[in-house]
């Protein structure tokens, strides 16, 4: 086997490499989403100081929305990551 042909075999990934490297862009990916649109509307210096937003109702309310707003970011990831592994059997 020519040396090009066994570099250009080595630079190809494998199956499972291939998916590690998309869920985890996609999961950074959803986390960036999530961290710009938390810290649009939420002051950090403000939680700090213990000054909460106005809109604000009890804190079991906004932690309930959050953890559903995060899922949702994570289930909007997980399929993207699904789109990608598995482009043919999506559509």
Request: with cysteine; proline share 8%; aromatic share 18%.
């Amino acid at each position: 086997m020519p040396l090009a042909a066994r570099v250009e075999r080595f630079r190809e990934l494998t199956r499972p490499a291939r998916v590690a490297g998309i869920i985890g862009w996609a999961s950074f990916l959803a986390a960036a989403l999530a961290t710009m649109l938390c810290f649009a509307f939420v002051d950090p210096q403000a939680l700090a100081t213990g000054d909460p937003p106005a809109w604000w109702g009890p804190r079991m309310h906004v932690y309930a929305i959050g953890f559903f707003f995060f899922w949702f970011v994570g289930l909007v990831a997980s399929s993207l990551a699904w789109l990608l592994v598995f482009p043919t059997r999506s559509r």
